[in-house]
């Protein structure tokens, strides 16, 4: 699927159960390289082909550190950066506790996820608050000017028309403001460089 058409939850709950995959395959003696590659197809769909690519970069001779930085381009999530850096440290030198981490990166993440599907269903109710605003506030104006016409003959004047454009600024900022609230916001990704241009692997 198209990663970039997925929401931000979705694909940081595969990146923790893809590094939960990881630590279990090296807790029963496979090597780091291998259990990447072991996961190639049991991957969490969301991120099964950013994965397969990283498999064949790393298998074509990509250094490992360029591979996993392109992985955590594509994947775009600030839990694959931390997932990548973990596994670009291990593989390029004698890795510590490395199953533990991966599964302490994996806990992390989860809570992270849940944490934005709940900020996301509050950001859903601020966009359906301003739909109903907006809404409300055009029929309303409509009304009145196809049923009370000379209700609005004050606004005709030069004075009248720049009060109307005073309260149609208070209106499209606060609108601006509820806008703003609704989006979600995205804190700076720990490998933030771009992926270089490369076709998908089939």
Same mark, same amino acid.
């Given at each position: 699927p198209d990663t970039g058409a997925l929401g931000e939850p979705d694909r940081i709950e595969a990146v923790s159960s893809w590094a939960e995959q990881l630590r279990d395959m090296i807790a029963g003696a496979s090597g780091l390289q291998h259990a990447v590659t072991a996961t190639a197809d049991? &991957?969490?769909e969301p991120v099964r082909a950013e994965v397969r690519r990283l498999v064949e970069r790393l298998r074509t001779g990509t250094a490992p550190?360029?591979? *996993?930085?392109?992985f955590?381009?594509?994947? #775009?999530?600030?839990?694959?950066?931390?997932v990548a850096s973990a596994l670009a440290t291990a593989l390029s030198s004698a890795a510590g506790d490395l199953g533990g981490l991966l599964g302490r990166l &994996?806990?992390?993440?989860?809570?992270?996820?849940?944490?934005?599907?709940?900020?996301?269903?509050?950001?859903?109710?601020?966009r359906s608050s301003v739909r109903i605003i907006v809404a409300t506030t055009v029929l309303l104006a409509a009304g009145m000017v196809l049923l009370n016409r000379p209700y *609005?003959?004050?606004? #005709?004047? &030069?004075?009248g028309q720049l009060v109307l454009a005073a309260a149609g600024a208070v209106w499209g900022a606060g609108l601006f403001? *509820?806008?703003?609230?609704?989006?979600?916001?995205?804190?700076?990704r720990l490998l933030a460089?771009?992926?270089?241009?490369?076709?998908?692997v089939q």
């Open positions: 049991i &991957a969490p550190q360029e591979a *996993l930085r392109r955590a381009a594509e994947v #775009d999530t600030g839990t694959a950066d931390l &994996a806990d992390a993440a989860r809570e992270r996820a849940v944490m934005m599907a709940r900020t996301s269903a509050s950001r859903a109710r601020v *609005l003959a004050p606004f #005709d004047t &030069a004075a403001w *509820l806008r703003r609230l609704s989006r979600p916001v995205r804190g700076p460089a771009p992926a270089a241009a490369e076709e998908a």
